[in-house]
């Protein structure tokens, strides 16, 4: 069984700053798709940016980029430049090749300061 | 493109009740997700199915949660009788699944169904 682990569950920094959420997974599979999705209070989950384990080129989408260590299995996040709308929670997920279910970790509860 | 469609978006119930969740995933898409997110978890995956079939529903309480998908396209979820720890956000989420000979894997998800179980 896969398992998704998030070390912190709270993180606070200010506006403009630049912030790294840690994500390490544990699986056996050779092929696999990892993500992070960002959940707004009282709001709906929405993709932030996705990376294909055969890929070795780390995905980025604008302020967001990835640092992806297929060999340490882990899949950190970065933030640059971050925004008061950047405030969320942010959800490490997995999932194996076939479209099957995301496998979630706890979360980290980030915070923008202004 | 109209999103993941969800209702009703709260819900509060006394245990031992029923109660039923709808979903319409986004115009398309194959596949379909049920998942619970408990508070201050991330969410867990209950069903899932590919056009009308289940493809996995080993994390669904099969003794009280019930879920179907007829035509392929929208789907309920159904919890009878609820118990208090069944209280959570129930998200559906959809994805392409197969398309030009490739899963294409990133879900969407809806807005969610919040239930409180007194």
């Known amino acids: 069984a896969q398992t998704v682990t998030q070390s912190q569950p709270e993180m606070s920094v200010q506006e403009a700053e630049t912030v790294t959420l840690s994500c390490t997974y544990d699986?056996?599979?050779?092929?696999?798709?990892l993500f992070w999705y960002k959940q707004p209070p009282s709001r709906q989950m929405i993709l932030v940016i996705r990376q294909e384990a055969y890929k070795q080129q780390n995905a980025t989408e604008n302020r967001f980029s990835v640092n992806f260590q297929k060999a340490a299995k882990s899949f950190s996040l970065k933030i640059s430049d971050s925004q008061l709308g950047d405030t969320a929670m942010y959800f490490c997920?997995?999932?194996?090749?076939?479209?099957?279910?995301?496998?979630f970790g706890k979360g980290t509860h980030l915070i923008i300061q202004p | 493109e109209a999103g993941v469609a969800q209702s009703p978006r709260y819900k509060i119930i006394e245990k031992r009740q029923s109660v039923a969740f709808w979903c319409n995933p986004i115009?398309?898409?194959?596949?379909l997700y049920w998942y619970q997110q408990i508070l201050g978890q991330g969410p867990k995956l209950l069903i899932q199915f590919q056009n009308n079939g289940v493809v996995d529903d080993s994390q669904l309480p099969k003794d009280r949660f019930s879920a179907e998908r007829l035509k392929g396209v929208d789907s309920t979820l159904k919890i009878q009788p609820a118990k208090l720890e069944d209280s959570a956000v129930y998200l559906c989420a959809s994805s392409l699944g197969l398309a030009g000979g490739l899963y294409q894997e990133t879900q969407y998800f809806g807005p969610g169904t919040r239930l409180l179980v007194l």
């Open positions: 699986t056996s599979e050779s092929n696999y798709y």
């Open positions: 115009s398309g898409h194959a596949t």
């Open positions: 997920a997995f999932t194996g090749g076939g479209a099957d279910g995301l496998t």
